[in-house]
């Protein structure tokens, strides 16, 4: 009787190892399969060539006046000018904000009417009429591409 539940044993732990071997392997594939590429992105107009450039790279759910989810790193002008590269960046649909931070404050400063004081770019390279709203700056990601922002 005791070998007959051995037995019974050996067989379920076999099982279950099956199944999180095969559980493994569709979660893998899953996630190799997710359309992922790089996204460039290179600055133009830039006036200051000395202080850092802090580039944000948003989801299109995430709110401009918050903390970007996608990517959020300071950068020198020669690179952002040569181009930076966001390495297997999944397919959606993003926004970009850089700025330089004179300040130091983390934030793109802003004056009294709420217009930007310190030098800064969209993607797209909208032309302002009021608040940032993320339909003027968003853009769909699907396969490698360069995004080339006009600093203002």
């Known amino acids: 009787m005791?070998?007959?539940w051995a037995n019974k044993t050996k067989i379920q732990h076999w099982v279950s190892y099956v199944t999180v071997i095969f559980l493994i392997a569709i979660t893998t594939n899953y996630?190799?399969?997710?359309?992922?590429?790089?996204?460039t992105i290179k600055i133009s107009n830039l006036v200051d060539s000395k202080t850092?450039?802090?580039v944000l790279v948003y989801d299109e759910k995430d709110d401009l006046n918050?903390?970007?989810?996608v990517h959020y790193k300071k950068y020198s002008p020669q690179q952002v000018i040569k181009g930076i590269t966001v390495e297997s960046l999944p397919a959606g649909n993003y926004?970009?904000?850089a700025f330089q931070d004179k300040d130091e404050n983390?934030?793109?400063t802003r004056n009294n009417d709420g217009m930007p004081?310190?030098?800064f770019g969209l993607s797209n390279n909208p032309v302002l009429q009021?608040?940032?709203?993320?339909e003027q700056i968003k853009f769909s990601h699907h396969k490698s591409q360069t995004q080339t922002i006009n600093f203002y």
Do not use: D, N
């Open 52 to 54: 850092l450039i802090t």
């Open 95 to 97: 926004a970009i904000l």
């Open 117 to 119: 004081v310190e030098y």
């Open 66 to 69: 918050g903390r970007a989810t």
């Open 130 to 134: 009021g608040s940032l709203v993320m």
């Open 106 to 108: 983390y934030y793109l």
């Open 2 to 4: 005791k070998k007959k």
């Open 31 to 39: 996630v190799s399969a997710q359309a992922v590429s790089p996204l």
